[in-house]
T-cell receptor
Framework: DAGVIQSPRHEVTEMGQEVTLRCKPISGHNSLFWYRQTMMRGLELLIYFNNNVPIDDSGMPEDRFSAKMPNASFSTLKIQPSEPRDSAVYFC?????????????FGEGSRLTVL | GDSVTQMEGPVTLSEEAFLTINCTYTATGYPSLFWYVQYPGEGLQLLLKATKADDKGSNKGFEATYRKETTSFHLEKGSVQVSDSAVYFCALYSIYNQGGKLIFGQGTELSVKP
């Protein structure tokens, strides 16, 4: 079975540019999470969706960040405009209804470098 | 609020050594506890879990016991291998935490030398 699929795996961009990260959760999973990982701050939950609805976006650092989940099989995380401090690895994870809560399946991450 | 504290890394061991990574937590109610592992260049993977007090989670030779009296969930392995080199994250889930969120510790990097 396919796992969580993220794209792009690597993105290098210049400050001020728009960045869009994409995620396809595991089929049948109804919860989707976006995390950011940096050396300084560790793993931070940015936002999570349940049944395509944003439940908690308190971790979104500022208005430059936005996330959408238009359907059960696709989500995007957008940064506009990007800044060097946004450089990090962004992970998408999903979990399934009926599965013990707390069991997340992570994608391989999108490594973002903002110059 | 709920929180997880892990021992700081990096931890460096020789192959076949005994491993302990300490994890303690603060939570309302009765959380579920997890260990996730992140191999270099990859996402996190669930390693093991325990959902109630005195439960023991185990997988791939790793074990951890849910100790409510000491609010701990220490990870142990009797004999580590080079392939166990990774970052290990302790985590808790509680429905009382803002409607249900998985809270991670800061991670402990393990390096196993041949």
């Amino acid at each position: 079975d396919a796992g969580v699929i993220q794209s792009p795996r690597h993105e290098v961009t210049e400050m001020g540019q728009e960045v869009t990260l994409r995620c396809k959760p595991i089929s049948g999973h109804n919860s989707l999470f976006w995390y950011r990982q940096t050396m300084m701050r560790g793993l931070e939950l940015l936002i999570y969706f349940n049944n395509n609805v944003p439940i908690d976006d308190s971790g979104m650092p500022e208005d430059r960040f936005s996330a959408k989940m238009p359907n059960a099989s696709f989500s995007t995380l957008k940064i506009q405009p990007s800044e060097p401090r946004d450089s990090a690895v962004y992970f998408c994870a999903s979990s399934g209804q009926g599965a013990p809560t707390g069991e997340l399946f992570f994608g391989e991450g999108s490594r973002l470098t903002v110059l | 609020g709920d929180s997880v504290t892990q021992m700081e890394g990096p931890v460096t061991l020789s192959e076949e050594a005994f491993l302990t990574i300490n994890c303690t937590y603060t939570a309302t109610g009765y959380p579920s506890l997890f260990w996730y592992v992140q191999y270099p260049g990859e996402g996190l993977q669930l390693l093991l879990k325990a959902t109630k007090a005195d439960d023991k989670g185990s997988n791939k030779g790793f074990e951890a016991t849910y100790r409510k009296e000491t609010t701990s969930f220490h990870l142990e392995k009797g004999s580590v291998q080079v392939s166990d080199s990774a970052v290990y994250f302790c985590a808790l889930y509680s429905i009382y935490n803002q409607g249900g969120k998985l809270i991670f510790g800061q991670g402990t990097e393990l390096s196993v030398k041949p």
